[in-house]
């Protein structure tokens, strides 16, 4: 019995710093995600990831979760929610001046007529959007300023979601603003459900008898 009794309290206490390692490797991730500048992304993530598969190489579901941060987050790093807050208003001008430009509306008098809309147009810069879409709100406007009211409150998720319904010109000028508020969502979901592994593990070792 004591011998039993030993072996399950060096597997315990084994399990124990398994669990700590990976809520350290974890919480370096969080970290190096952290520390994206104003103008810039952060860090490649690729090192803090390396650190948790190794440190759960046995461990078949954080390994899947890990494998699936976006490639471009790894090598390259993403924008925090803050950098890509304060570069969607740029987005924004850019597309109220072209909201009249599509594919059969092209021409530089066109481009006048958006732009000079733009300037004279009187619309709400912010609008609390509807529970449902309906054909009257996929108006350039009224999307960007569904948009607004959505990144004002801090959701970013739903603002890229109506910034994903704009057409013609105006959906070209933030194409690459779409793309790096969907990375930004893609690696932070992840990294979020990595943490929740992270905690749950650990709390589980400390509750084992």
């Known amino acids: 019995c004591d011998l039993f009794c030993l072996q399950g309290h060096v597997t315990a206490e084994e399990e124990a710093r398994k669990a ?17 500048g104003a103008d810039s992304p952060t ?5 803090a990831v390396l650190a948790i598969k190794e440190t759960c190489a046995q ?16 090598s390259r790093g993403v924008y ?12 924004r001008r850019l597309a109220r001046r072209v909201a009249l430009i599509d594919e059969t509306r092209n021409s530089l008098y066109q481009y006048f007529l958006s732009y000079l809309q733009s300037v004279l147009l009187f619309e709400r810069v912010e609008e609390a959007p509807p529970a449902k879409l309906a054909g009257e709100d996929l108006d350039t406007f009224k ?33 690459d603003w779409l793309k790096e508020a969907r990375l930004t969502l ?7 459900l990595l943490s929740a592994y992270a905690n749950a593990v650990g709390l589980g070792t400390t509750q084992a008898p």
């Not at 700590?20 to 994206?36: G, K, P």
């Not at 461990?59 to 790894?74: G, H, V």
């Open 80 to 91: 925090s929610e803050a950098s890509l807050r304060a570069r969607f208003y740029d987005i």
């Open 59 to 74: 461990n078949e579901f954080a390994q899947a979760l890990a494998t699936a941060i976006p490639e471009e987050s790894l």
């Open 20 to 36: 700590h390692q990976l809520w350290l490797s974890v919480e370096a991730l969080n970290y190096t995600l952290r520390s994206a």
């Open 186 to 192: 893609e690696t932070k979901q992840v990294v979020s």
């Open 43 to 47: 860090e490649p993530l690729e090192g």
């Open 143 to 175: 999307l960007l300023a569904y948009a607004t009211y959505s990144i004002e409150r801090g959701d970013l998720e739903l603002a890229a979601k109506f910034i994903n319904q704009l057409r013609g010109e105006s959906q070209r000028v933030a194409q």
